[in-house]
């Protein structure tokens, strides 16, 4: 028995039966309640998409009352044991790895570790302050241009080729992102060495004829943080991607946008802001006045409060005690007693209570990440790194989506129509050379 909801247009009387399957109504059913012949049919307007599912998926599950967070039905606290290759396998295949897949799937990353030299070239042609997330995007974007192949998107192993290159090669150009903002030479990446490893290799190695050995433990703690972010559903950077996947594109191009809306501050700049909030605290005696100024609606307390979960963040969970393990390595951030005090009172306070203002996972991990030694500009950099297993995984799912179309949303439009155009200014104005040379333009 098809399930059905019944809708009463008062504008005309009319009453449409239209079927629910999984808990959704199709949007083009809306099409058929009209006013009249002429009217082209009701659409939903839903800025920021918060009620609108735009596909079918099976990659990531999240309840967010119950604060739940799967990766293919494994919650995500039963994998942080687990390594980031093995999660990412599990993302883009939908199961973990036997022994002799995992040897397989980590071969075929680690021989397309290495990029192309024009792309350093392409890296020495930006400023010295760029923001490394800014040069991130772009060298994604140019892979394109060095993997022609790529839009070759149809076929079954040139997409496993490509997944492969861009898990691969991300770690290389985020560590050589940074190294070109610290003025630094860049380190190739080392076959011998593992993912996270390599990738702390490549950005902490003092030079390329010096050796550099990262601590056991806070290599685990990296590589807990890459699991916790390696998916979390159609967030913004996800949509973006599949966005630009349902016109065909290559998935460089797709992942570029990706990283392009991960590169805003309320999306991947989330956990920066929070740092940029503690220092600005300074001292635990002026908590009080920044929670007046927050209960007054004169500012945000950053890191509280997430779009999907209206209970404690399960990533938060983890990074937590991820920070108690690496500041006992590390020694403790002065910034945490402010954390601590924060996420206190917060959690007693029936104003945040009533508003299910929770920590979310940037809360700590921007702690964590500095703790680290990663400077601010690099957390996010850091997140599109283990980010791009799900991008993938989502882009894989979305080609062999039969339901998917090129994205083409409604618009309701409220501007002028008809109007009478008036004279061209070049007939009033005759335009004469001055004589003069004009300035030098901007660049």
């Known amino acids: 028995m098809v399930e059905t909801i019944t809708i009463i247009d008062n504008r005309t009387g009319i009453t449409y039966n239209l079927p629910v399957k999984s808990d959704a109504i199709n949007a083009i059913d809306l099409r058929q309640i009209k006013t009249s012949e002429a009217d082209t049919g009701l659409i939903s307007y839903d800025p920021g998409l918060l009620n609108t599912a735009t596909c079918k998926s099976s990659i990531t599950y999240i309840d967010g009352e119950k604060g739940i967070l799967q990766y293919r039905g494994y919650p995500i606290d039963t994998l942080i044991d687990r390594n980031y290759l093995e999660t990412a396998y599990l993302l883009i295949n939908g199961d973990l790895p036997s022994h002799i897949q995992y040897?397989?799937?980590?071969?075929?990353?680690?021989?397309?570790?290495?990029?192309?030299e024009n792309i350093k070239k392409l890296m020495d042609g930006f400023n010295h302050d760029a923001h490394p997330m800014g040069i991130l995007v772009s060298t994604l974007a140019a892979l394109s241009t060095f993997h022609p192949d790529s839009k070759n998107?149809?076929?079954?192993?040139?997409?496993?080729?490509?997944?492969?290159?861009?898990?691969?090669k991300i770690p290389t150009l985020a560590a050589y992102s940074i190294r070109h903002a610290r003025g630094l030479p860049y380190i190739y990446p080392e076959d011998e060495l593992g993912y996270v490893e390599n990738f702390l290799n490549m950005v902490f190695k003092p030079a390329p004829n010096l050796k550099y050995s990262p601590d056991s433990l806070l290599s685990k703690a990296l590589e807990t943080i890459f699991i916790l972010h390696a998916d979390h559903e159609q967030n913004c950077g996800t949509t973006v991607m599949r966005t630009v996947a349902s016109a065909?594109?290559?998935?460089?191009?797709?992942?570029?946008?990706?990283?392009?809306?991960l590169y805003g501050p309320a999306h991947g700049g989330a956990?920066?802001?929070?740092?940029?909030?503690?220092?600005?605290?300074?001292?635990?005696?002026?908590?009080?006045?920044?929670?007046?100024?927050?209960?007054?609606?004169?500012?945000?307390?950053?890191?509280?409060?997430?779009?999907?979960?209206?209970?404690?963040?399960?990533?938060?969970?983890?990074?937590?005690?991820?920070?108690?393990?690496?500041?006992?390595?590390?020694g403790k951030n002065p910034l945490l007693d402010i954390a601590l005090e924060l996420e206190r009172i917060a959690l007693g306070d029936k104003y945040f209570i009533s508003r299910r203002l929770y920590p979310n996972v940037d809360f700590y991990?921007?702690?964590?990440?500095?703790?680290?030694?990663?400077?601010?500009?690099?957390?996010?950099?850091?997140?599109?790194?283990?980010?791009?297993?799900?991008?993938?995984?989502?882009?894989?799912?979305?080609?062999?989506?039969?339901?998917?179309?090129?994205?083409?949303?409604?618009?309701?439009?409220?501007?002028?129509?008809?109007?009478?155009?008036?004279?061209?200014?070049?007939?009033?104005?005759?335009?004469?050379?001055?004589?003069?040379?004009?300035?030098?333009?901007?660049v």
């Open 153 to 168: 998107i149809l076929d079954h192993e040139n997409q496993k080729r490509q997944i492969y290159r861009l898990i691969a």
């Open 271 to 330: 956990n920066e802001a929070v740092i940029h909030m503690l220092e600005e605290i300074g001292t635990l005696d002026k908590i009080p006045n920044l929670i007046h100024e927050v209960k007054d609606g004169k500012r945000r307390l950053m890191g509280f409060g997430h779009r999907v979960y209206k209970t404690y963040d399960p990533r938060a969970k983890v990074m937590k005690k991820i920070a108690d393990k690496v500041f006992e390595i590390t």
């Open 365 to 442: 991990s921007g702690l964590v990440c500095q703790a680290l030694g990663f400077p601010k500009e690099m957390f996010t950099v850091l997140f599109a790194i283990p980010r791009m297993s799900g991008w993938l995984a989502h882009w894989q799912e979305q080609i062999h989506d039969k339901e998917q179309k090129i994205v083409r949303p409604k618009q309701i439009y409220l501007g002028s129509i008809g109007r009478n155009i008036p004279p061209t200014i070049s007939s009033l104005t005759p335009t004469r050379w001055s004589g003069l040379w004009p300035k030098w333009p901007e």
């Open 103 to 116: 040897r397989e799937w980590c071969t075929n990353i680690t021989r397309r570790q290495m990029v192309h």
């Open 248 to 261: 065909g594109a290559d998935p460089y191009s797709a992942v570029a946008g990706s990283a392009a809306a």
